[in-house]
């Protein structure tokens, strides 16, 4: 239960293509995160699962059977939006019983599955509230119970913690990845927060302008982008890409230290770093500069751990080196990644 | 040597009078009091005086005689006529406007081709005059030269033995009892839609778009997210609508005065015609203001529901 095919699918807008010809399949059980800009189409692929918007052309399965023609309500997907798109006339109660009421469900069999889903999210205190007297985390949580309620085949998430303070969006996201493990439904989720991807996802799907970049574990993207759209959209800050000739260098600004601090140089790659930017920021300090010869892609930044108390100065220019291994090439006009990873 | 620090520069003198609160806010609201005083208040304070008196329209003094002009109007039994039709007036042609508008709303909110042009059809009939497009309507209802009568003689419904509406040449819209009663209600519909269209239209686009699509993946059949989530969330606003309606229906005057004149035989005399005949036409003031005040307890409850319903909509 709970595999979601998609096959080839785009979808027009007028002339703009949001979805340029997507194949994706999801595991079952899998929490797949599609990470990506805002205006990639992610959200647009996901409404057409849900069955909300219809592909210009393209295949959707859902466990074997496909659904492309069928509206939402046949598909047998929950989805929380981004809103939480609450009914604001209806109690707590009347919200998380209403996907079970719409298929026919009897009432004493609604009224154990409601209090189950409250449960579930701890909400069971707010059953008589009305949406507008919540709170955005019980919101959050009173979204997600009416979507978990009616034991969905594969769940939909369109960014649901984009609406929550930075302080209660990392709890959230540890609840909610507990939750998907122990329901074990499979789930695809929306976002553009690429922390909340690496640390939801057992995939992650990167987009940009309508088509898939690169789909991956969350270490396979990160240590292994597919082209220099993942390797600088992912990490933060992102990679770091030299030119050099035809090629493009790239390296994580945590694996570019002084030279003194690498162990074993032999394998490692030398520059001098010229500093120009210092910031502290406790547990870690962001050093920006320049690398080699006066050329556009020489902007480099280290990422050096609070514990490294090594005095650095702007203005002063310090060896720093990589390791070859922590080197990856892409092709300078494709952008993609090249194979072969000695410098 | 620290500089000494300049004044604040105040403008000269205490301000203008834009710069007094207190005297310019009595002066802005002035207005509008001098206007519900002398246009609202004036006019029902007389309305109240001439209905327990005996004034006419050639002796309009204020001579005081209780409440006989109601009494009065009970025992006609023209009275009560025009008291039953008026609510039954109201009514049909308020049902058939709030369905009518909610139809043309729901197609409103579709795109499709020439949406600008029905759009603006659908609002003419609310920017002409009423007398003028009741005049019209007084053609099309015309005994004779009927255009309606002509199509359906032309289909052969009308004017032949075997047509469904009989082998008689014309109709008589405004001439039978039944026929009068819908002729004036549809000419009210008419009217009253195109306003109920746009109040209708206003809460259906207020509806965020993330329900409706939620209530589709939650499993709702279009009927259902008609019945759960639709009407409930605009029932507030189409309440508005409907009670606009019934106090703009209630006391129009110019339909029935111009299609019918109340007829035939009071068939369609409503409160408002009723008292225009009685008060001014027959000269009789103090009736006709005792027969007008017996609006007054529907149209205060109206009021209130409208208050009422306003401030709720503002909540949600």
Same mark, same amino acid.
């Given at each position: 239960m709970g595999r979601v095919e998609i096959r080839s699918v785009s979808k027009k807008f007028g002339e703009t293509r949001a979805v340029d010809h997507v194949d994706l399949a999801t595991n079952e059980g899998e929490f797949l995160v599609l990470l990506g800009p805002s205006g990639c189409g992610k959200t647009t692929l996901l409404r057409m699962i849900a069955g909300i918007e219809i592909p210009t052309e393209g295949e959707f399965v859902i466990d074997g059977r496909v659904v492309t023609d069928l509206p939402p309500r046949m598909r047998n997907i929950a989805m929380v939006f981004q809103s939480y798109a609450l009914y604001p006339h209806m109690t707590v109660y009347r919200n998380i019983a209403f996907p079970l009421a719409a298929r026919g469900v009897e009432k004493g069999e609604v009224h154990k599955k409601v209090e189950w889903a409250a449960g579930m999210f701890k909400i069971g205190k707010l059953l008589d509230r009305k949406p507008r007297e919540l709170s955005g985390g019980e919101r959050q949580r009173v979204a997600l119970a009416r979507a978990m309620v009616r034991d969905p085949s594969v769940f939909l998430l369109d960014e649901p913690l984009s609406n929550l303070d930075a302080l209660l969006r990392t709890s959230a996201r540890e609840e909610l990845r507990q939750f998907q493990r122990r329901v074990g439904v499979t789930t695809i989720y929306v976002t553009h927060d690429q922390v909340e991807a690496m640390g939801l996802g057992d995939r992650i799907v990167v987009m940009s302008q309508g088509k898939i970049r690169q789909v991956g574990t969350p270490m396979e993207i990160y240590q292994h982008p597919a082209d220099t759209f993942v390797a600088t959209f992912v990490g933060s800050p992102p990679m770091n890409l030299l030119e050099q000739g035809d090629t493009l260098l790239g390296f994580r600004p945590e694996t570019f230290f002084p030279a003194d601090a690498v162990e074993g140089s032999e394998g490692a790659v030398t520059y001098p770093f010229e500093v120009t930017y210092l910031e502290y920021l406790g547990a870690e300090r962001l050093v920006y500069g320049n690398v080699g010869e006066k050329s556009h892609g020489r902007h480099v930044v280290s990422r050096l751990p609070g514990s490294l108390t090594i005095p650095l100065e702007a203005g002063k220019t310090y060896p720093f080196a990589v390791a070859r291994r922590d080197l990856r090439r892409f092709d300078r006009k494709s952008g993609l990644a090249v194979k072969g990873e000695s410098a | 040597m620290t500089s000494p620090v300049p004044p604040a520069d105040t403008g000269g003198g205490r301000g203008g009078i834009f710069d007094r609160r207190e005297t310019l806010a009595k002066l802005l609201i002035a207005p509008a009091v001098l206007y519900i005083v002398a246009m609202i208040g004036a006019p029902f304070v007389l309305a109240i005086l001439y209905s327990m008196s005996n004034a006419t329209t050639g002796d309009p003094s204020l001579h005081l005689v209780g409440l006989r002009n109601f009494a009065a109007a009970l025992d006609d039994p023209v009275f009560r006529i025009a008291l039953r039709n008026t609510v039954v007036f109201t009514l049909l042609s308020q049902s058939i406007v709030i369905v009518l508008s909610r139809v043309l709303a729901n197609a409103l909110m579709k795109p499709f081709r020439g949406k600008g042009i029905v759009r603006f059809l659908v609002m003419l009939p609310w920017t002409a005059p009423i007398s003028l497009g009741t005049i019209g309507w007084l053609w099309m209802y015309d005994s004779i030269f009927s255009p309606i009568d002509w199509v359906m003689r032309y289909l052969g /419904?009308? *004017? &032949? /033995? &075997? *047509?469904i509406l009989g082998p008689?040449?014309?109709?008589y819209w405004l001439g039978v009892p039944g026929l009068a009663m819908a002729s004036v209600i549809l000419v009210n519909v008419w009217r009253i839609l195109p306003l109920a269209t746009v109040i209708q239209l206003g809460g259906l686009s207020s509806i965020p778009k993330d329900l409706i699509e939620a209530a589709e993946v939650d499993g709702a059949s279009p009927w259902r997210r008609t019945l759960m989530i639709t009407i409930p969330l605009t029932l507030p606003i189409v309440s508005i609508a409907f009670l606009f309606g019934i106090v703009f229906t209630f006391t129009d005057l110019v339909v029935v005065y111009v299609l019918t004149r109340g007829g035939p035989v009071h068939a369609t005399q409503v409160l408002s015609s009723w008292t225009f005949f009685k008060g001014i036409e027959a000269g009789d003031l103090a009736q006709g203001a005792a027969i007008s005040l017996f609006m007054f307890p529907v149209l205060a409850m109206a009021a209130v529901f409208i208050l009422r319903l306003a401030r709720r909509t503002e909540v949600v």
């Amino acid at each position: 239960m709970g595999r979601v095919e998609i096959r080839s699918v785009s979808k027009k807008f007028g002339e703009t293509r949001a979805v340029d010809h997507v194949d994706l399949a999801t595991n079952e059980g899998e929490f797949l995160v599609l990470l990506g800009p805002s205006g990639c189409g992610k959200t647009t692929l996901l409404r057409m699962i849900a069955g909300i918007e219809i592909p210009t052309e393209g295949e959707f399965v859902i466990d074997g059977r496909v659904v492309t023609d069928l509206p939402p309500r046949m598909r047998n997907i929950a989805m929380v939006f981004q809103s939480y798109a609450l009914y604001p006339h209806m109690t707590v109660y009347r919200n998380i019983a209403f996907p079970l009421a719409a298929r026919g469900v009897e009432k004493g069999e609604v009224h154990k599955k409601v209090e189950w889903a409250a449960g579930m999210f701890k909400i069971g205190k707010l059953l008589d509230r009305k949406p507008r007297e919540l709170s955005g985390g019980e919101r959050q949580r009173v979204a997600l119970a009416r979507a978990m309620v009616r034991d969905p085949s594969v769940f939909l998430l369109d960014e649901p913690l984009s609406n929550l303070d930075a302080l209660l969006r990392t709890s959230a996201r540890e609840e909610l990845r507990q939750f998907q493990r122990r329901v074990g439904v499979t789930t695809i989720y929306v976002t553009h927060d690429q922390v909340e991807a690496m640390g939801l996802g057992d995939r992650i799907v990167v987009m940009s302008q309508g088509k898939i970049r690169q789909v991956g574990t969350p270490m396979e993207i990160y240590q292994h982008p597919a082209d220099t759209f993942v390797a600088t959209f992912v990490g933060s800050p992102p990679m770091n890409l030299l030119e050099q000739g035809d090629t493009l260098l790239g390296f994580r600004p945590e694996t570019f230290f002084p030279a003194d601090a690498v162990e074993g140089s032999e394998g490692a790659v030398t520059y001098p770093f010229e500093v120009t930017y210092l910031e502290y920021l406790g547990a870690e300090r962001l050093v920006y500069g320049n690398v080699g010869e006066k050329s556009h892609g020489r902007h480099v930044v280290s990422r050096l751990p609070g514990s490294l108390t090594i005095p650095l100065e702007a203005g002063k220019t310090y060896p720093f080196a990589v390791a070859r291994r922590d080197l990856r090439r892409f092709d300078r006009k494709s952008g993609l990644a090249v194979k072969g990873e000695s410098a | 040597m620290t500089s000494p620090v300049p004044p604040a520069d105040t403008g000269g003198g205490r301000g203008g009078i834009f710069d007094r609160r207190e005297t310019l806010a009595k002066l802005l609201i002035a207005p509008a009091v001098l206007y519900i005083v002398a246009m609202i208040g004036a006019p029902f304070v007389l309305a109240i005086l001439y209905s327990m008196s005996n004034a006419t329209t050639g002796d309009p003094s204020l001579h005081l005689v209780g409440l006989r002009n109601f009494a009065a109007a009970l025992d006609d039994p023209v009275f009560r006529i025009a008291l039953r039709n008026t609510v039954v007036f109201t009514l049909l042609s308020q049902s058939i406007v709030i369905v009518l508008s909610r139809v043309l709303a729901n197609a409103l909110m579709k795109p499709f081709r020439g949406k600008g042009i029905v759009r603006f059809l659908v609002m003419l009939p609310w920017t002409a005059p009423i007398s003028l497009g009741t005049i019209g309507w007084l053609w099309m209802y015309d005994s004779i030269f009927s255009p309606i009568d002509w199509v359906m003689r032309y289909l052969g /419904a009308l *004017g &032949t /033995a &075997t *047509g469904i509406l009989g082998p008689q040449t014309n109709l008589y819209w405004l001439g039978v009892p039944g026929l009068a009663m819908a002729s004036v209600i549809l000419v009210n519909v008419w009217r009253i839609l195109p306003l109920a269209t746009v109040i209708q239209l206003g809460g259906l686009s207020s509806i965020p778009k993330d329900l409706i699509e939620a209530a589709e993946v939650d499993g709702a059949s279009p009927w259902r997210r008609t019945l759960m989530i639709t009407i409930p969330l605009t029932l507030p606003i189409v309440s508005i609508a409907f009670l606009f309606g019934i106090v703009f229906t209630f006391t129009d005057l110019v339909v029935v005065y111009v299609l019918t004149r109340g007829g035939p035989v009071h068939a369609t005399q409503v409160l408002s015609s009723w008292t225009f005949f009685k008060g001014i036409e027959a000269g009789d003031l103090a009736q006709g203001a005792a027969i007008s005040l017996f609006m007054f307890p529907v149209l205060a409850m109206a009021a209130v529901f409208i208050l009422r319903l306003a401030r709720r909509t503002e909540v949600v």
